[in-house]
Nanobody
Framework: QVHLVQSGGGLVQPGGSLRLSCAAT???????MAWYRQASGKQRELVAI???????NYTDSVKGRFTISRDSAKNTVLLQMNDLKPEDTALYYC????????????????WGQGTFVTVSS
C-alpha cells in the first residue's frame, strides 16, 4: 500500500523560511518527485520537480528561493523555501511519479495529503 506523508509547513513572516518533507512508502521505480501548490481561487501549479537522475526544474516565481532535493534510499523529497513571500501562501502537495519497469516511462502518480503554508505578517 502506498503512503505519502507530508510534514512541515505552517505560518511564517515574509522573508522567513520553511522546509517541507514528504516520505513515500510502498512506491517503487520512482521516475520523479515534485511539489505542487494551489492558492485559494487558483489552479494547482507545479512548484519544483526532481527526476530520478537528480535533474531539477522550478517555476519562475520560486527560482533562487526554493530548493528541491531527495533522498532516493528513503524515497523522501524535501522543499527548502527561503525568502518566503505572501504570494507563496498556498496548500502544498507532494507528488510522486512512478515508472513502468518494462518501458521506463512514467506510468502513474501519487499525491500527498497537502500541507498549508501561510506567509503573513
Amino acid at each position: 500500500q502506498v503512503h505519502l506523508v507530508q510534514s512541515g509547513g505552517g505560518l511564517v513572516q515574509p522573508g522567513g523560511s520553511l522546509r517541507l518533507s514528504c516520505a513515500a512508502t510502498g512506491v517503487f521505480s520512482v521516475y520523479a518527485m515534485a511539489w505542487y501548490r494551489q492558492a485559494s481561487g487558483k489552479q494547482r501549479e507545479l512548484v519544483a520537480i526532481i527526476t530520478n537522475g537528480n535533474t531539477t526544474n522550478y517555476t519562475d516565481s520560486v527560482k533562487g528561493r526554493f530548493t528541491i532535493s531527495r533522498d532516493s534510499a528513503k524515497n523522501t523529497v524535501l522543499l527548502q523555501m527561503n525568502d518566503l513571500k505572501p504570494e507563496d501562501t498556498a496548500l502544498y502537495y507532494c507528488n510522486v511519479v512512478f515508472r513502468s519497469v518494462t518501458t521506463g516511462r512514467p506510468a502513474g502518480e501519487y499525491w500527498g495529503q497537502g500541507t498549508f503554508v501561510t506567509v503573513s505578517s
